[in-house]
């Protein structure tokens, strides 16, 4: 548990740091495969994957698919050609 707080108090704060750099986005991936993270961070043999944080160059253009349901539930309409 104390692992699972620790990590989600850093990526708050990479959240924060991020949104005051400007040009940059940040966002999580939920539901990731662990040992496919775990190769491609290179990971030593009994490590894990906890969570899985993404910062690049942001783009306002893109919409995040999984958010759709949420979008939905606030009352917002779909922009996507069908």
């Known amino acids: ?3 699972l707080f620790r990590a989600a108090e850093l990526g708050q ?3 924060l740091a991020v949104t005051r750099l ?5 966002t999580c ?3 990731f495969d662990g040992e ?6 290179r990971l030593d043999p009994g490590e894990e994957t906890v969570y899985a944080i993404l910062i690049g160059v942001g783009d306002e253009s893109i ?3 999984d958010r759709l349901n ?3 539930s606030h009352g917002h309409t779909s922009t996507l050609e069908e």
């Open 36 to 41: 496919q993270c775990a190769t491609l961070a």
């Open 22 to 26: 400007g040009p940059l986005g940040i």
């Open 29 to 31: 991936i939920g539901g």
């Open 1 to 3: 548990a104390e692992l």
């Open 63 to 65: 919409f995040k698919q």
């Open 13 to 15: 704060r990479l959240h």
């Open 70 to 72: 949420v979008a939905f």
